[in-house]
């Protein structure tokens, strides 16, 4: 049965609980439960975090805690009863939970392991307040030590400051504002102290003085670890002020035995002292602990015969020292003991034992030494801070160890009134003693006695050292052998006050024999008295001595004897007459020397004090000891303070005409003593005495008269030093008049009470007098006044023991109304007179209701003149926190409406003005002190108020006045945040205030302002101030934690609601007036709306269809609304604000409006509109928000950019967006496509002079001007971004501009800037980029992405793997798809994020360009790449069943041509695909696109070949007509034969004859190639290589001959075949030309005009599949290096001649030492050439299928500049390092279409045997040979010559071959324009001049006939253009003028080439000459074979008339090849000179 619990309400859960039963209720450990029934261990209730979840839990699972019930029953409320602090350490801690662990997550890690420490602190402490066994003190200083570190937590985490009065919460309902203001202020100064861990005292409010904190060192001995003493010890520590040179503390003395333990057992581990009273300005001081060490034992040490053993003497062994400066920080910083080991030094002679210690601080280490132990005393130091009490309070264990008290010599800096203390102390300073006859110095031990008159030897007065008991006498320690013995040695003498009189000390003075018996033989003493005869005590000096003869014998019985003899030379000009035959005589050559100090509170050394005293002794000396008792020191005086004051009342007494007034004067000087910070605490003193010893019942008349008279002087006297002392002294003289009167009263049963009255009456009268007189003249009189104003308010609590306290409130009115009311006295007079009222208000008598009537008005009217005067702000703002907190505090208890209404009425109005003043100036502090009195005042104002404050105005427009004024330090308030943010009890109570006050306003405003005096802007302050109150940052609620909400919606609800309610309401109100505030408040309330608060939404969003619906009445439609909307509702939502929710609200709210309105169409459009816009814009905000990529950011600003243009024409905000991407263009170094941007602004302006106003940062101007600007800037980004020729037309279009202006300057600018843009695009290196296809798929992509795609331009030097890594970071989520595949319905639906990407290639628009022959290939360059709307990729796939053995017949193409929205570049680096088409070509289209290319690339390898001058390595051509003729891999040409021109296909495919004839027409033209490259092979081959030429030969008959029966042409042999040799012109006849259609076919399908000129592309990876090109494959074993590094340096060595570098540049290298490529590998080719992939099969049998797989996945390359990659081969002595042994195993072409560039090699994976379709070919029976002479043939012998370091650079001449009966004509040009360039030195070209690579060719190098892989051109009617050419070779150093040897013989056309050239130089041309790499062509023979036409393209040259740019000095160099010079040449010396400086440098 469940029952309700009685005392079970409150709980702890103690284990977690899963709630895994029925009604369970899920609770975590920690949490808090209320508990509400109970039944058989269970309990039923609520989780506090959950309340309105109920459900049970078991009991034993819950700690109970005892709590307070209120309101029992369903509804009833649980308050834990535990202490306050408990309560919120728990909340905190819990807060903090979270806070902290993510602190790790954002790798704060300081911070984090900070705050772990401190919430362990906490819980510790947490748990110390709940133990209950803590004293009061205790408690006290835990909560202090709680509230510091969770106010430290709460700063370091951002969280509310928490305002706390005594270490509790304050609750801000029971104080006022201005207090609880202050305590935030005090809360965060507190903060600040523990953030910087300075520990100080907080100045307690309204104390003036701070005391002076004593410090305190505690020192614990631990031990003494010298054992080699082996005596017994005793040991003195003090302090010595090393600067000063003197001790400044007492002795502490511990007494070890020779073991080195304490020699009294009891005192073991209790070896402590404290040495106290420390001042901050002693720790400055340069302080020493010093230990003395003094054994006791024999004389000497080692020398047992030194004395009897029985004997014991005090001699000195050691000492010590420890700088405390050194120590002082970590004693600082460790709050307990540490500990420290001292080394004892012993003294090297004995006479400077007094110096030890100054010596080894001066480390004069010839004058001590230290023992061989290393050990010395181990001791223990610890700082302590604070009065003795308190660190009796605190260290209670430190106390209880018999801790030793070791005062400072002297008096603290503080004397406290209860320290009574009478020490003298004595040094023994020095001796000088006769040496009586012996021959050696004597050994002397001096005795001292204490004796009391009668001549008792005082007992126990006699103190060594603090830690042991005082003796009754004292033996000094004996210096061995010294006469001038110099001692040091302090002794503290305690002697009692009533025995000081009389006695005197009394030295004796002995020899310690060494003797046997070693007696101590007396030889004369010295005596000092302790006092004089006048009373005073010895005085604080150095005292010499007499010293009197005497012997053993002597007796000292009678002390009479020689106490009338002279002490001291003082004694004997006392009295020189002394008779000779005493028994003592005085030794004259003798003296002995002592030093006292008095420290005594009760013993004097002052005459005139003592003569004051004893006044009575010399009554006639009164009036001239009264006058000097200002000179007597201030200790003197305070020591005896109460019998000088007696003294003082009784002269008053004795004779009060006579001594009155200066009685009164030294009253006055000792009161005023007391205010010195030294003295103040002897102030308790003085009231003490006033209130229990003071008798002077007579006093009160006299002081009173004194006291008027002096201020009646005040007027009159020039000098008034003594009136304004008397004043200062005003508080103690009331005292003493009020005590007296109460005496007189008491003993006289109150009478003259009349006379009293009036002469208080009379006294104020004066004070009124003086507080009156004009001070303006008189600096002397405005001091007056200011002693007595600031005095004033210390009487009032005497007056009121004798009057009433209205009579005390009119005597203080009286006062304060007489002074001067106009602030015009002077500024510091104004402070004090403030400062008076600032103390009367915080006064007792303030607190009184009946004083307050009296005293308000006059302190309100002060305030009030000062407040219109903007005077002294700040103490005005003091006075009125103290007034509204009093009255505060009396609200709660009494009536205060009275008070209120005066405040209101004085002080409301000027309160206002002097706040918007402040503002305006920003003074933070004044503002938040006026700001707290505001809301106090308006806090404290109830209907009744207000109702009287909107009555008292005497017209509309006062209250129109008010209204503004109010509402504008309302707004100003919430604007200029002057509470700061952490602040959130201090601003949740403002809003509150605000929202009670503007809700009385409100009614004000409406009855007053809204019809006939409607006054917009009364209710436009309104509305703003509205708003700013609804849009407060601290009011929303939505980012607080939930128990902060819930605990703000407790006590305060939402006030945004309610303020949204009130604007609604007054909105209504407003009736036709809306129209005034459309459309200025649209965007006021657009940002109401967007606040994340339901209900807010709900009441404002209608608003919009109001002012909808009043603008189409008005104007009959609401452009303004529509306008304001979208243009506010931009810059809001980018602000941060809005959601989904909203949009979703916003629409449905407004449509259900606008669907029952007349203008429903229009309507329903417009706020669809702003639906869709928003959006977009919320995706926006998302992007540049988040920590998004540039990509993101841009693509969704241009998705907001169009929509702004296109849905909704805003063409301001369209020009904003473009300028924000433009800004993120340059950020991201787009230049270009921030010059696109711009473009579209610029666009938009004409060439007119209408003037534009400012806009955005653009000045007011005239629209000419800007557009001048804006073209002048996208220009500059155009040359930024290299894009010339997009930048060349806007300057054509600026000099058009200029020229209609005639503005030549600018003309002339801008020419020029063309000019250079010309010169740039011939003379600059650009790189290609590569294009990316990317599509996005899933519905988690933002929507201007999802399921869309996109085609990117690349990154400078990024290829595809770099790409997609890029894109895969951009978006973390995504998952890359691994097939090109277009996705289906399930991917594009799904909740995820998908990434299809792979590289596209370009398909130029401008075609005709780049057929042009005539057009340098830099600036085709750029025409393949840009204006670039159409891109293509390549699948190839199988159609139909797959043919085993020749897998050709079924390979076709998948083409796809995607169509982008723009062309790139562009606006973005991307654009959405508008349109995919896809196509496929057949079989046969493809064989004819290899064979075509094939024989393109040996018809441009033989041609290089035919032009040798010299014979040279003609590897390449070796193995590339090997690859063809001898095609044994993939079976050649003669695949294709088996595929195409079998009679089954010819049947099955009758539309494919013509194809089939072009195919046969090419295989015949192959058949001549090969001839003729036969024919050259002959002529250069190595006599070694003729085996090989023979077999090729053979092979080449046999190939014939299987072509025989299809080629009937080819019956008759080559010149090559027949072995005979032919000259050249013969070989080129033999080749019979081509047909003109095959020609045009050629020129148009295989651009050869762009032959050897390799693209430099920004990334490895191609564009598409198909396009690979021709490899050298070299399977090698670790020989050849272990990298693609190791054999390009191993392959450049084995060309040394730079006419040959050209031909290792495609080599690919399939090294059996390297690991198989991956997916990543594939385009991970930064450290290899182009086609240099290293490969390893994991067998010897996957060699061949595996390089085939890698010439298949490899993707186009587009090289990069090679001295970005390369080093240079380094030769030695310029001759290469030969191989070890090479191997040319296959030479391989690989024909298999590339399917997909972006799979990996595993993903594409064939069957290890060769597949019938793979035309592999090669020349194994070449391998032996070649593995055999692999020296020989790749580093034929050439002459030793010394080469550059750098690349290679290989010279050749451009040639046209002529095709038809007409050569063409060699392009008239200068030279610098020529087409004749030198081949690209870079290693990583892959078309070099000596390659017979072609990029269009899928195969390798060397692949031949058999290299049949398909085209990327497809057989059509009108082929595509040539998109993958490469580009020039990278930029290297030219020796402009250099006449280089032709390496080989020049091409020669029909056409006389020095005809032509001879032509060109006619025509004018730049001043600089060409470079030296164009060689002039000499007439020689005709070229031996017609090559098809190509242009190769200008070199890379980056310097200017000869000057090398600096990048290129960096670069690896090119190697110009020495060349005779023509005789005369001027310029030969300057070209050697270039190339060895070259050389140099490198």
Not at 5 to 16: A, F, L, Q
Not at 166 to 176: A, L, R
Not at 457 to 474: H, M, Q, V, W
Not at 1771 to 1796: H, I, M
Request: glycine share 4%.
């Amino acid at each position: 049965m469940w029952t309700p619990t009685e005392e079970e309400k409150y709980g702890v859960v103690i284990c977690s609980f899963r709630g895994s039963v029925p009604q369970g209720l899920v609770l975590e450990i920690g949490e808090t439960v209320q508990i509400l029934e109970k039944c058989e261990g269970w309990y039923r209730g609520v989780s506090t975090k959950k309340p309105n979840v109920k459900g049970i839990f078991p009991a034993n699972y819950i700690h109970l805690k005892k709590a307070i019930v209120s309101n029992r029953g369903q509804y009833e409320t649980v308050v834990p009863l535990e202490d306050s602090i408990v309560t919120e350490v728990t909340a905190t801690l819990q807060e903090w939970a979270s806070l902290w662990k993510q602190l790790y997550v954002k790798h704060k890690v300081d911070l984090f392991y900070k705050l772990r420490h401190v919430m362990n602190e906490l819980i510790d402490l947490r748990r110390q307040l709940l133990s209950g066994h803590l004293t009061q003190d205790q408690v006290r200083e835990v909560k202090r030590h709680i509230t510091v570190r969770l106010d430290w937590g709460n700063e370091h985490l951002g969280l509310d400051l928490v305002p706390r009065k005594d270490f509790e919460v304050v609750d801000s309902d029971q104080i006022s504002v201005s207090d609880l203001y202050k305590m935030h202020l005090s809360s965060r100064q507190s903060v600040q102290q523990s953030t910087s861990q300075v520990d100080t005292m907080r100045p307690r409010h309204g104390e003036t003085c701070r005391m002076p904190v004593p410090h305190h060192f505690f020192l614990s001995l631990k031990s003494f670890t010298y054992n080699t003493i082996g005596e017994d010890t005793d040991v003195f520590f003090s302090l010595y002020d090393m600067r000063e040179g003197k001790q400044i503390s007492e002795r502490f003395l511990v007494r070890l035995n020779k073991n080195g333990g304490p020699r009294n057992p009891e005192k073991i581990e209790r070896m402590c002292a404290l040495f106290t009273d420390l001042s901050s300005k002693d720790m400055k001081r340069d302080l020493y602990i010093v230990a003395h060490v003094i054994r006791i034992g024999r004389m000497l040490l080692n020398d047992s015969k030194k004395g009897p053993p029985h004997l014991h003497y005090r001699r000195p062994y050691g000492c010590a020292v420890l700088s405390i400066l050194d120590v002082l920080q970590s004693l600082t910083e460790v709050k307990e003991e540490k500990d420290f080991v001292l080394k004892v030094y012993t003294c090297n002679n004995e006479s400077e034992w007094s110096q030890i210690h100054e010596n080894i601080i001066r480390k004069s280490s010839a004058k001590y030494s230290a023992p061989s132990a290393s050990h010395g005393l181990i001791i223990s130091l610890q700082l302590l801070r604070g009065d003795m009490e308190q660190i009796r309070r605190e260290n209670p264990m430190i106390f209880n160890r018999g801790l030793a008290i070791t005062r400072k010599l002297g008096f603290p800096d503080v004397i406290m009134p209860g320290d009574i203390r009478n020490d003298l102390y004595l040094t023994l300073e020095k001796g000088d003693f006769e040496r009586g006859g012996k021959s050696v110095q004597k050994n002397i031990e001096v005795t001292m006695y204490v004796l009391y008159a009668d001549g008792e030897i005082l007992k126990d007065c006699i103190s060594l050292g603090s830690g042991e008991p005082n003796r009754s006498s004292y033996h000094s320690f004996v210096l061995y052998h010294s006469n001038s013995p110099r001692w040091g040695e302090i002794i503290k003498l305690p002697i009692p006050i009533d025995r000081f009189r009389g006695s005197h000390l009394r030295f004796e003075f002995r020899h310690c024999s060494t003797k046997d018996k070693g007696e101590k033989k007396l030889f004369g003493f010295a005596f000092s008295t302790l006092m004089r005869d006048d009373g005073t005590t010895l005085s604080d000096d150095i005292h010499e001595l007499y010293v009197y003869k005497c012997d053993e014998n002597s007796t000292f019985n009678n002390h009479a004897l020689y106490l009338g003899l002279p002490c001291c030379k003082e004694d004997y000009n006392g009295c020189p007459n002394i008779p000779s035959s005493l028994i003592f005589q005085r030794s004259t050559k003798e003296s002995f020397f002592i030093s006292t100090q008095l420290s005594s509170t009760k013993l004097t050394q002052n005459v005139d004090l003592l003569a004051l005293l004893k006044w009575k002794a010399f009554p006639d000396r009164i009036m001239d000891v009264l006058g000097r008792l200002r000179h007597v020191s201030g200790e003197e005086i305070v020591k005896f303070l109460q019998d000088i004051l007696d003294t003082l009342f009784v002269i008053l007494d004795d004779n009060t005409e006579k001594y009155g007034l200066l009685v009164f004067q030294s009253l006055v000087f000792i009161i005023n003593l007391l205010r010195d910070i030294k003295y103040f605490h002897f102030r308790p003193v003085m009231d003490t005495y006033i209130q229990k010893h003071f008798a002077g019942a007579l006093a009160y008349k006299e002081l009173i008269r004194c006291l008027k008279w002096y201020m009646d002087c005040s007027a009159e006297l020039i000098r008034q030093d003594h009136i304004q002392e008397a004043m200062r002294a005003l508080e103690y003289l009331f005292k003493f008049i009020v005590q007296s009167r109460i005496l007189y009263s008491r003993a006289t049963c109150g009478m003259e009470e009349e006379q009293f009255r009036s002469s208080i009456q009379e006294l104020f009268q004066s004070i009124r007098f003086v507080l009156s007189l004009d001070s303006r003249n008189s600096e002397t009189l405005l001091f007056t006044q200011a002693a007595l104003l600031n005095s004033f308010p210390t009487i009032f609590d005497e007056l009121l023991q004798m009057f009433t306290v209205q009579e005390v409130a009119e005597f203080v009115r009286g006062t304060l109304g007489s002074m001067p009311s106009t602030v015009h006295i002077g500024q510091s007079m104004d402070v004090v007179k403030l400062q008076s009222i600032a103390r009367t208000v915080d006064s007792r008598l303030f607190s009184f209701s009946e004083s307050r009537r009296i005293l308000l008005p006059v302190v309100l009217h002060h305030i009030h003149l000062h407040l219109r005067q903007q005077k002294e702000l700040l103490i005005c703002s003091g006075i009125l926190g103290s007034i509204f907190s009093i009255v505060k505090t009396s609200s709660l208890e009494a009536d205060v409406m009275e008070e209120v209404e005066m405040m209101v009425e004085s002080l409301l109005d000027v309160l206002l003005q002097t706040l918007l003043t402040i503002m305006s100036k920003s003074h933070a502090q004044e503002a938040g002190e006026y700001v707290s009195c505001l809301l106090s005042l308006l806090r404290q104002m109830c209907d009744t108020h207000f109702q009287h404050l909107l009555d008292n105005f005497q017209s509309k427009d006062e209250l129109k006045e008010f209204l503004l004024k109010i509402f504008c330090v309302f707004r100003n308030l919430m604007k200029m945040s002057v509470f700061p943010r952490d602040w959130m009890v201090m601003r949740l109570l403002t809003s509150n205030i605000i929202v009670t006050t503007v809700q009385y306003l409100s009614s004000a405003l409406h009855k007053n302002f809204t019809e006939t005096d409607f006054d917009f802007k009364v209710w436009n302050s309104y509305f703003s101030l509205a708003v700013l109150f609804i849009n407060q940052p601290s009011l929303q609620l939505e980012i607080i934690t939930s128990a902060k909400r819930k605990k703000i919606l407790d006590k305060y609800g939402d006030m945004r609601v309610m303020m949204a309610y009130e604007l609604f309401s007054m909105w209504q109100n407003l009736g036709e007036h809306k129209i005034h505030f459309i459309p200025g408040m649209i965007g006021p309330f657009l940002g109401v709306t967007l606040v994340p608060q339901p209900e807010v939404r709900n009441i404002m969003i209608p608003i919009f269809h109001d002012m909808m619906d009043w603008e189409q009445r008005k104007n009959g439609n609401f452009k303004q609304v529509e306008a304001e909307l979208i243009d506010k509702l931009d810059s809001m939502v980018s602000e941060g604000k809005g959601d989904e929710s909203y949009r979703e609200l916003f629409s449905l709210l407004l449509l259900e409006k606008v669907e029952q309105e007349t203008w429903r169409e229009t309507g329903i459009s417009f706020v669809t509109s702003v639906t869709r816009l928003m959006e977009r814009l919320l995706d926006y905000r998302d992007c540049m928000k988040g920590e998004e990529t540039e990509n993101k950011k841009i693509g969704c600003t241009v998705n907001l950019m169009n929509f702004y243009k296109s849905e909704i024409n805003k063409e301001e905000m369209y020009i904003r967006y473009i300028h924000k991407l433009c800004d993120m263009h340059l950020q991201a170094e787009n230049y270009t496509e921030a010059a696109f941007t711009l473009l579209l602004y610029c666009e938009l302006l004409q060439w007119e002079d209408r003037p534009l106003r400012e806009f955005l940062h653009y000045p007011s101007q005239t629209e000419w001007q800007r557009k001048e600007g804006l073209c002048r800037k996208i220009i500059h980004y155009f040359n930024k971004g290299k894009s010339w020729e997009f930048g060349i037309p806007l300057c054509r279009e600026l000099a058009c501009q200029y020229e209609s202006l005639y503005d030549y300057q600018s003309l002339s600018w801008i020419r020029k800037m063309e000019a250079s843009y010309y010169d740039n695009i011939m003379e600059q290196q650009r790189l290609e980029p590569e294009f990316f296809r990317v599509g996005f798929y899933g519905r988690k992509f933002p929507f201007f992405l999802r399921n869309k795609e996109y085609v990117c331009r690349g990154h400078d030097y990024e290829r595809l793997e770099a790409f997609q890594q890029r894109m895969l970071s951009e978006f973390p989520q995504a998952v890359a798809m691994q097939h090109p595949n277009h996705p289906d319905d399930a991917i594009l639906q799904c909740d995820a994020q998908y990434l299809q990407i792979y590289a596209v290639t370009p398909i130029p628009d401008y075609v005709d360009v780049l057929q042009m022959d005539r057009v340098p290939d830099r600036v085709k360059s750029f025409y393949r790449v840009n204006n670039v709307r159409k891109f293509r990729y390549d699948r190839p796939f199988h159609k139909g069943p797959k043919d085993k053995e020749n897998e050709f017949k079924s390979l076709w193409i998948e083409r796809t041509t995607l169509t982008l929205t723009h062309s790139l570049p562009g606006i973005s680096r991307w654009f959405e695909v508008e349109r995919r088409e896809l196509v496929e070509v057949s079989p046969l289209e493809n064989a004819i696109q290899v064979v075509e290319n094939k024989n393109q690339e040996l018809r441009s390898l033989i041609s290089q070949y035919q032009h040798k001058q010299v014979h040279g390595n003609i590897n390449l051509l070796s193995m590339c007509l090997n690859g063809v003729i001898d095609a044994a891999v993939n079976g050649g040409i003669a695949r294709y034969q088996e595929a195409f021109f079998d009679k089954d296909y010819i049947n099955k495919h009758p539309g494919d004859a013509e194809k089939i004839t072009q195919l046969k027409e090419l295989m015949q033209e192959q058949v001549h190639v090969l001839g003729v490259g036969l024919a050259v092979h002959e002529k250069f081959v190595h006599p070694e290589m003729r085996p090989l030429h023979k077999k090729l030969i053979d092979q080449f008959q046999m190939m014939r001959a299987s072509l025989y029966h299809e080629f009937p042409g080819l019956d008759k042999l080559s010149p090559a075949c027949s072995g005979t040799s032919t000259p050249r012109g013969n070989v080129l006849a033999s080749h019979s030309p081509m047909s003109p259609e095959s020609i045009k076919m050629t020129h148009r399908h295989s651009p050869m005009n762009l032959m050897g000129t390799g693209r430099h592309s920004s990334s490895s990876l191609s564009s598409h599949a198909s396009s690979e090109a021709g490899n050298m494959v070299m399977l090698g074993d670790g020989s050849m290096g272990d990298a693609p590094e190791d054999l390009y340096h191993h392959m450049q060595l084995a060309y040394p001649n730079p006419r040959y570098q050209g031909s290792v540049t495609n080599v690919s290298v399939l090294s059996s030492s390297q690991a198989s490529p991956s997916s990543s590998s594939l385009s991970s080719t930064h450290s290899a050439p182009s086609q240099m992939i290293t490969s390893a099969p994991s067998s010897a049998r996957d060699k061949y299928r595996h390089a085939r797989e890698m010439m298949l996945l490899l993707p186009t390359y587009r090289d990069r500049p090679s001295s970005a990659m390369y080093p240079a081969a380094i030769l030695e002595n310029g001759q290469p390092p030969n191989f070890q042994r090479a191997l040319f195993q296959q030479v391989v072409g690989a024909c298999k279409p590339c399917s997909d560039p972006n799979l990996s090699v595993a993903e594409k994976a064939v069957p290890a045997a060769p597949s019938s379709w793979s035309l592999d070919s090669g020349a194994q029976e070449a391998q032996p040979f070649l593995s055999a002479h692999m020296g020989r043939i790749l580093a034929p012998p050439v002459p030793p010559r010394s080469l550059l370091h750098g690349h290679y650079s290989l010279h050749f001449d451009a040639f046209h071959h002529p095709l038809g009966d007409t050569p063409p004509a060699l392009p008239a040009r200068t030279l610098r324009k020529s087409p004749l360039h030198p081949i690209p030195a870079s290693p990583t070209s892959p078309q070099s001049g000596l390659d017979g690579s072609n990029s269009t060719l899928s195969g390798s190098a060397s692949s031949g006939v058999s290299s049949l892989s398909e085209s990327n051109f497809g057989h059509s009617s009108e082929a595509p253009p040539r998109t993958d050419t490469m580009d020039s070779m990278p930029s290297q150093a030219w020796n402009a003028d250099e006449d280089l040897e032709p390496p080989y013989l020049p091409v020669h056309y029909s056409l006389s080439e020095s005809a032509v050239l001879d032509s060109i130089k006619a025509q004018p041309c730049r001043s600089h000459s060409a470079p030296g790499c164009v060689i002039p062509q000499d007439p020689m023979d005709p070229p031996a074979l017609p090559p098809k036409p190509y242009h190769p393209r200008l070199p890379a040259l980056e310097h200017d008339e000869g000057v090398l740019l600096r990048e290129e000095t960096e670069r690896p160099r090119g190697l110009h090849r020495k060349a005779p010079l023509p005789p005369g040449s001027a310029k030969e010396e300057q070209a050697r000179m270039a190339w060895e400086h070259g050389r140099g440098e490198q």
